[in-house]
């Protein structure tokens, strides 16, 4: 297709998709348009799955979901077999026994807001044999308890995956049981809290409204004493966290926010004691209270926002199955897919997810990989093309050779990945927090010279200013500015599909202006195709292609598979690969090599025409030239269109031939000044530096061997999950799935991530600066300094929610 022709049809497709229909029930681009009537209305949708899902919802009552959704459902594919999930080892390993039946907690993939999970709880709650149901929309779990005599679990699974929402195994029910023990504690925390806190502000607006001092004082005393007895739970009890966070830094010397917190609470309630003692004028124990309870709401949300962040990512390590089929002498078995060992046979049916990863073996099927890819078009999966544990099968049946099992998966690896960048500290937040240490000495230090001139002008009002300074002057919603910012846009990341390995990935991300790419395996699909063979010595041209096949074999380099099998029994020896110039090994003790025409033919010179052929050579003499070529990616011209407009001027840098590059660039848009060819990895890295010393930030994309280089130089860097695990290892970002779209989304919610987290930094900033002055002076009590301080950490977790709003019409 010649490069006008390609940029014509890039344009028809678009405008072919702007003008189609969206479904009425998931919200996607509706290519086969069904129309069906639902509550006598018309709707267009983009399946009958789709078109199924709606009317049954209509059916049951459910009408309401449409009106309260925040966001388009799920897509509704053809229904999987849970079959598998009614077996006695699969039970046994995955619920437990409960009043009346058995319970289970699963990740509930497409569960995105309250309407949803309102939905799955109306659907499961009619179903016969189940006694309770939870679904959570925050972080995508669902508690299911029923009854087994009654009904199977695969029939209940079934009647949500209607729905289309997928369930999956929780990657670590021993985790997931301490998460929910640790939610469960701060619950009851928040309760003892917000009771004892009613019960002290109702006996305290008792006191306060005593302005003329007319009340009895043994009135007075009695009201104090009960408002000591029910504020002392929420302060030993609910505040007990903060007590011994207290103690912990005082012993290893190191004062920090739990200080200023717990000797807050301490000050306040025992001061209060101490002045009902005596008959003082005044008590502070609503103040305690208040303190206690609003950063206990705090601290909840933002242990909320974190695991939201991570149960993507507990579903995508968790989604491998645990029973398998397993091939033996054509026989089919059911084991444990732990059991599975690398070299077996699996079968996979329709519906169902992969217990391995693997290659494919015999007939095609279309493959899912929504679960960790975010793309929920399925997928062709051809004979030898690697397919990924955890995807699901959705149409045909799937044979595949595992190649890796257990730990080794790619799930099992990108969740280690993870762990470890969560592990790792962003240096904006190392920042953040050293600040809040340095206010925490310096609130200390101030506290006590307030104390000091208070004693000297109003000896009566040294104790409440100074406890107001403690409080309202505590750092906690400094130290949350970015830990809460980071780990919401970390889960909007996961959602579409894109790992932030690096721990200042995202705050780097956000500063970028150049995006450079590779051009094999990056642009293009990796896949590339054997066009053409020409024979120049006389040779057949399949012992020309089984020749390339042996040299390639065992080789990392993107057009291996263009050669397709090497012959059974023939290998090269010695095989070594050149980056950016060729392969060479011996073949029946000869020397080929496999490549540029200059680096195969030693006559030829360094000046040789570069035509984009691959040349092969016997002993440095040529024996054929090979036409490969390597379609671009469904949505490399739009993302190139789109970074272009930002003004990113997206450039290739590749080691492929000219001619190829070209061809490319001119089907991408990407001018001739913005795209260079046959570059070493020498030559991409100097281009690279180029580009730095003119003072651009630069977002390197890649996913060879070759590209480890100048990925390890960028300021940013991000690799294809189907590339070589160098270059990923040297990422700051991956990119899990084929498309290249959540790259651009993944720089505009850098952008957005970084923008919250100053205003989230210069608000913390404002209030202290603002309530300290006010709290030194007597005009803001300890009671409002407690209200103030809580709501300005709430305020700051509250704002990173908002990450990621209004980049819905970017979301890929």
Known sequence: MAPADGQAAVRRDAAAAASAPTCAHCGETATRVVHAAVDGVEHAYCCQGCAGAAAWIASEGFGDYYRWRSAPGPRVEAADDYGDWDRAEMLEAHSEAADGGRAIRLALGGMHCAACAWLVDKALRQAPGVLDVRANAVDGRLHLRWDPARTPLSALLQRVGRLGYRPALLASPARDAEQRRERRRQLIALGIAGLGTLQAMMFSEALYLDTANQMPEATRDAFRWVTAAVSAPVVFIAGAPFLRGMWSEWRMRLPGMDTLIGGGILLAWTGSLFETLRGGPQVWFDAAVMFVLFLLAARFLEARLRDANTARLDAIAGAQPAMAWRLRDEQLEAVPARELVVGDLVQVGTGNALPCDGTVVGDDAWVDEALLTGESTPLRRRHGDAVLAGSHVHAGTLRLRATAVGAATAMSQVARQVAQAREQRPAMAGWAEAIARRVVTATLVLSALVAVAWWLVEPSNAFPATLAVLVATCPCALALAVPAAIARAQSRLLACGVLALGPDALPRLASIDRVAFDKTGTLTRGEPQLLDIQSLAGRDAESLRGIAACLELGVAHPLAKAFGEAPEGRSASGAVLHPG??????????????????????????????????????????????????APRDDAAATVAALARDGMAPRILSGDAGARVAALGERLGIGAAHRQSRLSPEGKLAALRLLQSEGHRVLMVGDGVNDAAVLAAADVSAAMASGASLAQRQADLVLLGSRLAPLRYAMRLAGQTQAIVRQNIVWAVAYNALMLPLAALGIVGPGLAALGMALSSLAVTANAWRIGRGLEGDTP
Do not use: K, M, N, Y
């Open 581 to 630: 110039e060729g392969v060479e090994g011996r073949i029946d003790g000869a020397l080929w090599r496999l490549g540029r025409r200059r680096f195969v033919d030693p006559t030829a010179g360094a000046d040789a025409a570069d035509d984009g052929g691959l040349w092969l050579s016997r002993e440095g003499v040529l024996e054929a030239r090979f036409d490969v070529d390597d």
